[in-house]
C-alpha cells in the first residue's frame, strides 16, 4: 500500500474550485478528492468542465476561487512547471509525442525537463520502456512508429516525471474499441507497477465503469455525484443529467 502522505490521506485534493470565464462559470464549487494509486474517472456531458478541472490542477487555468493541494500542500498558486515537480503531471487531449525523437527519447526529455540529470533520466526511461512493454519499438522514431503503439508510448512519457498524480484527458479518443481495451488495461498496470493516482476523463462510459475505483460526476460546472461505478450508474441525477437514455450495461 501506498502511504497517505497528506494529513487528509488523499493526494490530490481540490476544496471549492470555481473557474468562470467572462462571468460564465466553468466550474462552481467543485470539491474532489483523489487516494493515492485511486484510479478516478471524471464525467460528464460536453462542456461540463472536465478539462477545464483539469487545467486547474495542473496549473494551466487559474481558479476564480478555492484551492488545489497536492499532499496537503496548497499549490493553487504554482506555475505548471513546479507542479510538475512537485508531481502532478497531465497529458492534453489529442496529446502527441515528438515526431522526429524514438520513443526513449521522448521519455528522457520528460525526464530532463522534470530536473533529472542526465544518467538519471536514462535510466527512468529504460525503466518506463521495460515497464510499458514497448522495448520492441523503443528506438523508433514516434513518426514511424507502428499505430496502436503511440498513445502507450504517451502514456509512458507522461510518467517520465514520476508524478504523484496523471490527469489524462480522453486518452482513447479516436481508438478502436480493442484498442481502447488495451489502453484501459495498460493504465491500470502503470497504476500497479508505480502506484500512481490517475484522474482519467473518457465519455466511453462502459470503459470508464470498468476501469475506474470511483468515479465523479459534473453537470455544467458542478459535482452531480461521487461514488463507486455501481453507485453512480444508477444516480437519477447521473441518469437524468448525462446518461440519459443511453443504457450503460457494463460486463465485469
Ligand atoms: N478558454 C476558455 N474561454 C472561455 N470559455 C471556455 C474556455 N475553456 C472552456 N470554456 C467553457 O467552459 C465550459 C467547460 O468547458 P470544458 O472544456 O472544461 O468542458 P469539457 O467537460 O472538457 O467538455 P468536452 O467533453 O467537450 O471536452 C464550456 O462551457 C466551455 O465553453
Ligand atoms: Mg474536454
Known sequence: MTKP?????????????????????????????LAPA?????????GA???TFVNVISGFTRVTSGSVL?????????????????????????????????????????????????GAARAKAQELIALSGLASVADIRA???PYGFERKAALARSLATSPKVLAVDEPAAGLNESESQEL???????????GVAVIIIEHDVGLVMRLCDRVHVLAEGRTICVGAPAEVQQSPEVIQAYLGTRSV???A
Open 5 to 33: 502522505s497528506s494529513s487528509t490521506g488523499y493526494v490530490l485534493e481540490t476544496r471549492g474550485v470555481s473557474v468562470a470565464y467572462a462571468g460564465v462559470a466553468a466550474l462552481s464549487d467543485v470539491d474532489l478528492v
Open 38 to 46: 485511486e484510479i478516478l474517472g471524471l464525467i460528464g456531458a460536453n
Open 49 to 51: 468542465g472536465k478539462t
Open 70 to 118: 497536492l499532499d496537503g500542500e496548497d499549490v493553487t498558486r504554482a506555475t505548471p512547471d513546479k507542479r510538475v515537480r512537485k508531481g502532478i503531471t497531465r497529458t492534453f487531449q489529442a496529446g502527441r509525442l515528438f515526431t522526429k525523437m524514438t520513443v526513449r527519447e521522448n521519455i528522457e526529455v520528460a525526464a530532463l525537463g522534470a530536473g533529472l540529470r542526465s
Open 143 to 145: 513518426d514511424v512508429l
Open 184 to 194: 484501459v488495461a495498460f493504465l491500470a498496470e502503470m497504476r500497479d507497477a508505480t
Open 249 to 251: 450495461t457494463v460486463d
